[in-house]
């Protein structure tokens, strides 16, 4: 039997992934089997615990993706010369742009959560590295002075967070719920927790000049 590249490896396991969070948010965690997920991607039982050997496996590595995207994602925030604009972009990916599946499997996992430990861990840790990343984000901006909080850090992110939980909740239960409409109101009241500072402009380059040519000598008896 040839070999499958570690690139054919990657991609089975993305594919098993795209599939899992599908059926997790048409049907539960609990209705879904690990033979419902083989046969919507279209692999075998052997080859699905060749990667997850259960359904928590499988919400590990959903989790465990979102976060390597997440880690990206706040690079990018502390690189944007406009970090209020790049939030407000942030908050539109996730609760407009992302497909309504992702919605059922937010609030499915969460519910899962609270009764089954292992899931429980998982969705901690997520949620320790959300918080631990604003927290550090924020903390970086306020010493580069491109923000200053109005209360402490770890108090605004707390709020940030609590806001941002709201929305996904209310996306994923309020099928009328317009998203897109709400972003600018919430976007106005995290601002002035946040509290960034205007920067100033960059003043344009000035462009150099060439110096005065330097005046020819005169030549004796030459008049001028």
Not at 3 to 15: G, M, N, T, V, Y
């Amino acid at each position: 039997m040839p070999k499958i590249s570690a690139s054919a490896q990657h991609a089975r396991r993305e594919r098993i992934l795209d599939h899992a969070e599908r059926c997790f948010a048409r049907a539960g965690f609990h209705r879904t089997t690990m033979q419902d997920i083989c046969k919507a991607a279209e692999i075998s039982p052997g080859a699905i615990y060749t990667y997850f050997d259960s359904k928590e496996a499988l919400i590990a590595g959903l989790i465990e993706r979102d976060r390597a995207k997440l880690q990206g994602q706040f690079a990018g925030l502390a690189q944007a010369p406009d970090f209020m604009a790049a939030l407000a972009g942030l908050a539109e990916h996730y609760t407009v742009e992302e497909p309504d599946y992702k919605r059922a499997l937010f609030i499915e996992m969460g519910a899962e959560s609270t009764r089954n430990p292992q899931v429980a861990e998982t969705m901690r840790s997520c949620d320790s590295f959300v918080r631990d990343s604003f927290i550090a984000l924020l903390t970086r901006l306020a010493a580069e002075d491109r923000i200053r909080p109005s209360a402490e850090i770890e108090v605004v992110v707390g709020l940030m967070l609590l806001m941002g939980d709201g929305l996904l909740w209310r996306r994923a239960v309020d099928p009328g719920f317009d998203a897109r409409t709400m972003l600018p109101a919430l976007m106005a009241v995290i601002a002035p927790l946040v509290n960034p500072v205007p920067q100033l402009p960059h003043a344009p380059a000035r462009q150099a000049t060439a110096p005065a040519p330097a005046a020819a000598p005169r030549i004796a008896g030459e008049s001028v």
